[in-house]
């Protein structure tokens, strides 16, 4: 993580869609639990990406996305919030509104910066 700083870090819970069971699946092992969510920037590279770990003490990676320029950011709720990448489509379940707007503030500033 050579020089890449955090423009905001929020609590949400990080799912995946299962399009074959038409699900919404935590990101890592099982339990859908809380993770630390960051949207890092790297100045260098003038790239952004999503990184969250989960709260519990094996602080698994939950997810590593890119924000690739031009990508759509749905709020689909003010406490859910989702996008899709070449892959996967990501969806953020935040433990409040509050860090809902905050995450969608900075998703908004870097998809702008890009
Ligand atoms: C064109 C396009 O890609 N469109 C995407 C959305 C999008 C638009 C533009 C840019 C990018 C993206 Cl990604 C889309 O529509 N997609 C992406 C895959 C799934 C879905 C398709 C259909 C269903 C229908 C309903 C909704 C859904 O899933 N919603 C609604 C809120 C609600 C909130 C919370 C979660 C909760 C954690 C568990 C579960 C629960 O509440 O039990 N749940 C939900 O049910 C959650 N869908 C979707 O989002």
Same mark, same amino acid.
């Given at each position: 993580?050579?020089? !890449?700083?955090?423009?905001?870090?929020?609590?949400?819970?990080?799912?995946?869609?299962?399009?074959?069971? +038409?699900?919404?699946?935590?990101?890592?092992?099982?339990?859908?639990?809380?993770?630390?969510?960051?949207?890092?920037?790297?100045?260098?590279?003038?790239?952004?990406?999503?990184?969250?770990?989960?709260?519990?003490?094996?602080?698994?990676?939950?997810?590593?996305?890119?924000?690739?320029?031009?990508?759509?950011?749905?709020?689909?709720?003010?406490?859910?919030?989702?996008?899709?990448?070449? +892959?996967?489509?990501?969806?953020?379940?935040?433990?409040? +509104? !509050?860090?809902?707007?905050?995450?969608? +503030?900075?998703?908004?500033?870097?998809?702008?910066?890009?």
């Amino acid at each position: 993580m050579s020089c !890449e700083s955090s423009i905001c870090q929020v609590r949400a819970t990080v799912m995946l869609y299962d399009d074959s069971s +038409k699900r919404w699946v935590p990101s890592g092992s099982d339990s859908p639990a809380l993770s630390r969510v960051h949207i890092y920037h790297n100045p260098s590279t003038h790239t952004f990406r999503v990184v969250g770990r989960k709260l519990q003490a094996d602080q698994q990676v939950v997810i590593n996305c890119p924000i690739i320029k031009g990508m759509k950011y749905n709020q689909a709720t003010p406490n859910f919030h989702q996008w899709r990448d070449p +892959k996967q489509v990501w969806g953020l379940n935040f433990s409040s +509104k !509050e860090d809902g707007a905050t995450f969608s +503030k900075a998703m908004t500033y870097a998809l702008d910066a890009l």
